[in-house]
């Protein structure tokens, strides 16, 4: 696995919440990015997934983090 291939840690159906995922990941040095928020914005009723990807070098760190701060995400 190339270490820099983007892997999810976190999804949601709010773009808000992967947002505040993401600053919060990027707050701790994480770089993070998020996948369908732009198919969700064009919907407008929040039923498409968006996850928030970071390499495979800092997936089990985030993993850590978002489990440290919000539970079992």
């Known amino acids: 696995m190339d270490s ?3 892997l999810e840690v976190y999804s949601t159906n ?6 505040l995922i993401r600053a919060m990941l990027e707050s701790e040095g994480i770089r993070a ?3 369908g928020e732009n198919q969700a914005g064009l919907a407008g009723i929040g039923t498409f997934e968006i996850k928030v990807v970071v390499s495979a070098l800092d997936h089990d760190r985030a993993r850590s983090f978002i489990e440290e701060h919000l539970g079992n995400a």
């Open 4 to 6: 820099h291939e983007p």
């Open 14 to 19: 709010n773009a808000n919440q992967a947002e």
């Open 33 to 35: 990015a998020l996948e």
